[in-house]
């Protein structure tokens, strides 16, 4: 159940209500998640969570899946993000103002520019992730783990350089505008609070969590603009200006799901609605201490081939 709770947790932050919302407000919903394809893009999720299941032959997880894509997935993302969104003051206006917003072409161009920067930073942040989740992982000999942690807390040690490609102009723009956003310094915040929770009575892992934070603070903005480069165009940080001075759109972007209660969030959402669903049909959860770790590298193989 713990593991399940960290896949869940990095699944809902790279993000059904107590009472269902007002049937015109679920619709507000479900056209803004339409507009943006929000439903189509987390199912190839849903599918990959198949794997914490043990394919035993007892049940038949790839039909059950499908069962649960096709008869609830949708109604229950639906649930989540009325509830969510309800929690953080979004009404019914601002989702069709928002609807309206994302459905211009010149929204879809920023948008899958925007998608394929953020993939390249995740997957840059997640390999060394992996490595250490494998630490944590494999069997040691007493006081083998303080020395593997150092090890992996020994590659941050050297700085982030800027490209050298990268033009001042570009930068500067990319500096007041992207880095200045609502979703940008959410994500940098929400990752720097997470450190801020992995406390421990051990004074070296409490030297090492400090850290990688001191390390994210110094060298994550380079990082994405460095990504950016390659990805987001001058025109496109000029769009996103615009799109971040819109009042509806910022409030949307500000979002801090952090700020509801974690466990009725993580019990709300679709990805643990569907692992408790499948254990109701009878599907077991995997024991294999490596199926967390195969689902990430599955993670990011999709990633790095999905743009």
């Known amino acids: 159940m713990k593991k399940s709770r960290l896949l869940i947790a990095v699944l809902v932050m790279l993000v059904a209500a107590s009472g269902y919302a007002q049937d015109s407000y679920r619709q507000a919903v479900m056209d803004y998640m339409t507009a943006v394809n929000q439903f189509d893009q987390e199912k190839a999720y849903i599918s990959t969570m198949s794997m914490m299941f043990d394919r035993d032959g007892k049940v038949d997880i790839d039909q059950l899946t499908k069962r649960y894509l096709d008869e609830q997935y949708e109604n229950d993302k639906i649930d989540f993000y009325a509830f969510a969104w309800k929690e953080q003051g979004m009404t019914e206006a601002d989702l069709r103002e928002l609807s309206s917003l994302v459905s211009t072409p010149e929204f879809k161009v920023f948008s899958d520019h925007y998608k394929d920067w953020m993939i390249e930073f995740a997957s840059y942040l997640m390999t060394p992730f992996m490595e250490r989740m494998k630490v944590l992982e494999e069997p040691m000999e007493p006081g083998e783990y303080m020395d593997k942690v150092k090890s992996y807390v020994s590659i941050l040690d050297s700085p982030v350089q800027p490209r050298p490609e990268i033009d001042a102009a570009y930068a500067d723009k990319f500096n007041q505008v992207m880095l200045e956003s609502p979703s940008v310094k959410l994500t940098i915040d929400m990752m720097k609070k997470r450190m801020d929770e992995a ?3 051990n004074p070296e892992l409490q030297a090492s969590n400090k850290k990688v934070k001191d390390w994210m603070t110094k060298n994550v903005p380079v990082l994405l603009l460095n990504f950016a480069y390659d990805n987001l165009t001058i025109e496109d940080i000029d769009y996103a200006a615009k799109l971040y001075a819109n009042e509806t759109y910022s409030k949307f972007q500000s ?23 499948m254990k109701e049909q009878g599907a077991k959860t995997s024991e294999d201490p490596n199926t967390i770790m195969r689902f990430f590298e599955s993670m990011l193989d999709s990633l790095n081939t999905s743009k």
């Open 255 to 277: 979002f801090d799901l952090s700020s509801i209660d974690m466990e009725k969030l993580y019990n709300k959402h679709a990805y643990f609605k569907y692992l408790n669903w």
């Open 199 to 201: 406390s421990s009575d």
